[in-house]
């Protein structure tokens, strides 16, 4: 995004989290949204935010020098010609966020992660209300699903560094660039369905700890 989203947000001190008011300070779970090799393919136009995966990675330290939930959803295309789908390279979750012992795997074929899962049941059952989303794509799964964890009661965030998406062709042909549909995706997100956050205003510098 360019530019910063005006908030205002508590802050814990001392190497723990710094999330916007409508999150709360609480335990939070962590949704990493397909972040797949797939997405390294041409396939799907140019792309914007190249450091997105980075700031995944720091979302993924943090929670878990917390301890706290993380889930990794992974997209299971039925599409022939999708690099996502199974049984090929693409299908894997990339090397930097990659699960890690017990951290759990949810396998969607649909964009929203909450459709064919048991994603909701899941969150619910575990008293898992407060939610932080990040992966790919912006507008498609990202905003899908947080569409509706916003819908079904959970407290969410998205954080807008640690998303990224790709050009798009419109109806009557005309081409948008990805960083025009990643900000207008956050924009139609924000103070309606999640809070959107940049990364630096979700963690705290580790070094205040």
């Not at 090929?88 to 890690?100: H, I, M, R, S, Y």
């Not at 900000?183 to 309606?192: D, G, I, K, M």
Request: aromatic fraction near 8%.
């Amino acid at each position: 995004m360019t530019g910063k989203v005006p908030l205002s947000f508590a802050a814990i001190i001392y190497g723990s989290l710094a999330v916007g008011t409508e999150c709360g300070i609480t335990m939070k779970a962590l949704i990493l949204i397909d972040v797949q090799k797939g997405f390294d393919n041409p396939y799907w136009g140019q792309r914007n935010n190249p450091q997105a995966e980075k700031n995944m990675a720091l979302l993924l330290e943090s929670f878990r020098n917390l301890k706290w939930p993380i889930i990794h959803v992974k997209h299971m295309s039925t599409e022939a010609q999708s690099p996502l789908r199974p049984g090929q390279a693409g299908n894997e979750f990339k090397d930097l966020t990659a699960p890690v012992g017990t951290e759990i795997i949810i396998e969607k074929q649909v964009n929203s992660a909450f459709i064919g899962t048991n994603l909701e049941e899941l969150l619910k059952a575990k008293g898992w209300q407060s939610l932080v989303i990040a992966g790919l794509t912006t507008d498609h799964c990202v905003s899908t699903t947080t569409r509706m964890a916003g819908n079904l009661g959970f407290k969410t965030c998205v954080v807008a560094d640690a998303t990224a998406t790709f050009n798009k062709i419109g109806y009557d042909g005309k081409e948008y660039p990805a960083e025009l549909v990643h900000e207008l995706a956050l924009a139609s997100l924000h103070n309606e369905f999640a809070t959107v956050l940049t990364t630096a205003e979700v963690l705290l510098d580790s070094s205040a700890s």
